[in-house]
């Protein structure tokens, strides 16, 4: 029997959801849908363990095939399976469950995981039509949902720790242990408040791991500064949104770009960050600046709608990251950072970013 969380089968909804559809909209930045653009979907191709598998739409039928063909399914199956398991997910209080009357289905339409194979990059694979344009685009998805937990963006870890020199104060071993052992609710804030109100400025020194620092060197020169800027706005309490802490920077302009002329400078630069990590980035391993197969990301909201966000429509996919991601504290203990500590006679303490998005 297959089981699987909310976000798992939200990959099989979104398979049902679409071919009973037949169509695809893309999202604005406000993940509000785009009435006045619909792109036909004219196939749908899924790796699975045991194959990969087409899905192409004609008239009211879905023809599976494989290297020939397999089955053909009515639309409306398709529709009403959608309705079925979009019930369950949203109905379900448990992290993990099973459907035997989903996996029936799933199982004449050659389907037999929950998940695509990992073998693959993308969720999903969808050939378009594109009035536009008039081309057939293949366009390869990570699907998100917001049926269950909202996922991260970008994980915690400690190759996203960066380190911060403490200039302007001094602090004796019992200052050291009294502002380490501050355990409040909001600690690592009211650690830097305390730093700062024995007169400490923190200056930015490096990431801790060079691979992720130089990943972002790669993006862009002065990503690392900009960013270390971002993450102590959110550590002092000035907001938790990305875009609100860019403006907040945009407005401090603390690398003293020539804004007389109202260059977005830290939003132009966050958002490439931003994609480059949506589109396979990580700060382990070194970046080559090469995208995934994924192009782009499938938004299964929290009524069932799902909207596309893509590199195909690039500006719209940046504003979307933008306007719904947020940072968040993770393990202080398993990440080690928010403590002060003394090297070679001087004070430096580490901050950490994870992203997640909102929803």
């Known amino acids: ?29 406000n993940l509000e849908k785009l009435q006045e653009v619909v792109y036909p979907i004219l196939k749908i191709l899924r790796s699975e363990s045991n194959g990969n598998f087409e899905y192409s739409i ?21 529709k009403s399976k959608a309705e079925t398991l979009l019930n369950l997910i949203k109905g379900s209080s448990s992290s993990t469950f099973s459907s035997p009357p989903i996996e029936e289905f799933m199982e ?6 929950i998940k695509a194979s990992s073998t693959v990059k993308s969720d999903i694979t969808i050939v378009i039509h594109d009035a536009r344009t008039g081309e057939q685009p293949t366009l390869g998805f990570s699907i998100k ?83 270390s800027k971002v993450v102590l706005n959110f550590y002092s309490g000035n907001s938790n949104k990305v875009n609100e ?16 002329n109202e260059h977005k400078f830290y939003s132009y630069k966050v958002k490439r960050f931003l994609t480059d990590v949506a589109l396979g980035m990580m700060p382990s391993k070194v970046w080559t600046g090469e995208y995934d197969s994924t192009g782009g990301y499938l938004i299964v909201k929290s009524d069932g709608e799902i909207l596309c966000y893509h590199l195909y429509d690039r500006n719209v996919f940046e504003e979307y990251l933008i306007n719904n991601t947020k940072l968040e504290t993770a393990s202080s203990t398993r990440h080690e950072f928010g403590t002060l500590y003394e090297e070679n006679g001087e004070y430096f303490f580490k901050l950490n970013l994870q992203i997640r998005f909102i929803k």
């Open 108 to 113: 004449r339409i050659g389907c037999l995981s």
């Open 58 to 78: 004609q008239d009211d039928l879905v023809i599976i095939s494989e290297s020939e063909e397999l089955a053909r399914i009515p639309i409306h199956e398709f």
């Open 245 to 260: 802490l860019v403006e907040n920077i945009q407005e401090s302009n603390p690398l003293a770009f020539d804004v007389s």
């Open 145 to 227: 949902s917001q049926l269950g937990n909202p996922s991260t963006l970008l994980n915690a870890g400690k190759t996203t720790n960066f380190v911060y020199k403490i200039t302007g104060a001094t602090f004796s071993e019992a200052e050291v242990t009294k502002i380490n052992e501050i355990s409040t609710k909001s600690k690592i804030m009211d650690r830097i408040k305390a730093i700062i109100d024995k007169s400490g400025s923190f200056s930015f020194v490096s990431t801790e791991k060079s691979i992720f620092g130089n990943n972002l060197v790669l993006i862009d020169s002065l990503l690392p500064e900009i960013l």
């Open 1 to 29: 029997m297959l089981t699987g969380n909310k976000g798992e089968w939200s990959e099989i909804y979104t398979l049902f959801k679409l071919l009973g559809d037949k169509q695809l909209h893309p999202g604005d930045e």
